[in-house]
């Protein structure tokens, strides 16, 4: 395990001598960014010994929450610095209107992709990433999804060239292949990321945001799938209880295959998760087909594992009762005024489907 107090430390004297605005960029791509301190350790949870990660996972989160809030004030110090130094040397013309205010928010979906990796990040699971732009064998052929099937049509899939070799992903699965291929077993990981499809309607949009997973170790079951399923569901909805069920399906890269529904009731015209007499379907999952692992170059007699996947765009609709998926991509500054989070007071209480 890092030694975490060391590195909150270190990370403290470099935000300590930040001086000016650009050294605070700097200093914050260094810490959060794609490369930096927080972020490869994150990555490296899924290293870790399995008595490790959780406890591992719940100081990181307290280490980064720390670090924002720190840098927080330093920004809002030299905001204040810069008004106080206009205030001595300008002078201020009463007779102007005042002006308009507006303070950035976050995203719902950067919110939910934050909230989701969270939580699997407790259970050991690490963060992987793929390029948008991928070849027909990571989307298609090594998934398991034959030259035939539906999926690989032009008007299901956006093709960059006329030979169909390069197109935008049709799903964050890609990132499963490259990370068995690159690596060795056990694997334990999320890929979160956009994803593109030819569709758009009221839940459907042609970019849209999703997040795979993947657990492949010796004597993996269906069992444990289940587990991790109800954790997530449990933890995300913040409910104690909720009500699962697997209905048997199919999916070229998983067998068995299965979508997910969870238990809800109308309740003051609102949505309620955990109990009723509903059923809301929220994510499909299935245990790794043995082609995928032959595919990836991992035995099928030796190991074997479970992937799902879970639509963000979906999830941010369903626990902030947002009705129209189109609208996470229109820009309309009023709509993220509204369903946006600010960044030092994010609320986690569950809004209903009557905002």
């Known amino acids: 395990m890092e030694n975490l107090e060391r590195i909150q430390s270190d990370i403290l004297d470099k935000i300590k001598n930040v001086s000016d605005r650009n050294s605070y960029e700097k200093i914050k791509t260094e810490i959060f960014g794609k490369k930096g301190i927080i972020t490869e350790l994150f990555k490296k949870i899924g290293t870790l010994e399995q008595n490790e990660r959780k406890e591992y996972a719940s100081k990181l989160n307290f280490l980064k929450t720390k670090v924002n809030e720190i840098l927080e004030k330093k920004i809002e110090s030299f905001d204040q610095s810069e008004i106080n130094k206009k205030l001595k040397n300008e002078k201020i013309d009463i007779t102007l209107p005042g002006r308009s205010y507006f303070s950035g928010k976050i995203h719902p979906v950067s919110q939910v992709i934050d909230e989701v990796t969270s939580i699997f990040s407790e259970i050991g699971f690490s963060v992987e990433e793929g390029p948008d732009i991928e070849n027909e064998y990571y989307n298609f052929s090594a998934l398991n999804t034959p030259e035939n099937h539906p999926a690989r049509d032009m008007h299901d899939t956006f093709y960059l060239d006329h030979s169909k070799d390069l197109l935008l992903r049709t799903h964050t699965s890609p990132v499963q292949i490259r990370t068995m291929i690159k690596s060795k077993p056990p694997f334990k990981i999320i890929a979160p990321g956009r994803t593109y499809r030819h569709d758009s309607d009221q839940t459907h949009s042609p970019m849209f945001h999703q ?71 929220i994510l499909g999952c299935g245990m790794v087909h043995p082609n995928v692992l032959k595919n990836a170059k991992v035995n099928p007699q030796k190991y074997q594992g479970y992937a799902f996947g879970v639509g963000i765009d979906r999830l941010a609709m369903l626990k902030y009762g947002i009705n129209d998926l189109r609208a996470f991509f229109e820009s309309d500054i009023r709509w993220l005024e509204f369903y946006g989070f600010d960044p030092l007071d994010v609320p986690t209480n569950y809004r209903g489907l009557s905002r």
């Open 211 to 281: 997040l795979e997973g993947l657990h492949i170790d010796k004597n993996i079951n269906m069992g444990h799938l289940k587990g991790c399923l109800y954790y997530f569901v449990k933890k995300f909805f913040e409910v104690e209880k909720v009500k699962i069920r697997f209905r048997p399906s199919h999916f070229p890269f998983t067998e068995p295959s299965a979508e997910v529904d969870i238990g809800y009731k109308i309740e003051d015209g609102k949505i309620k998760i955990g109990d009723g007499d509903k059923w809301l379907e």
